[in-house]
């Protein structure tokens, strides 16, 4: 059974940066994708971003140039590296892996104050 932990959240001021972290324990062999989603308060849930393992990123409109996703395949952690944030970056992170199942963390809060 794969879970995610994820780390990282808080309360930044615009413009400030962020860096999300997001640790799959068990067993990953083989192709997957790792990727970020956010919901913001009354909203549907959105990608931010995501990676598969051969590194190939996407990238949602509102995020590109702003926000950059890696990984360390060795360490199953997927990271979110967040800059030039903005007030309407404010929602809850999650985590998402797909990797036969669908696997979901419980998500990390992000406020950017304006």
């Known amino acids: 059974q794969v879970q995610l932990v994820e780390s990282g959240g808080g309360l930044v001021q615009a413009g400030g940066s962020l860096r999300l972290s997001c640790a799959a324990s068990?067993?990953?062999?083989?192709?997957?994708?790792m990727g970020w989603y956010r919901q913001a308060p009354g909203k549907q849930r959105e990608l931010a971003a995501s990676?598969?393992?051969?590194?190939?990123?996407n990238y949602a409109n509102s995020v590109k140039g702003r926000f950059t996703i890696s990984r360390d395949n060795a360490r199953n952690t997927v990271y979110l590296q967040m800059n030039s944030l903005k007030p309407e970056d404010t929602a809850v992170y999650y985590c998402?892996?797909?990797?036969?199942?669908?696997?979901w963390g419980n998500g990390t809060l992000v406020t950017v104050s304006s």
């Open positions: 990676i598969n393992s051969a590194g190939v990123t």
């Open positions: 068990g067993s990953i062999f083989g192709f997957n994708v």
């Open positions: 998402r892996l797909i990797y036969g199942m669908d696997y």
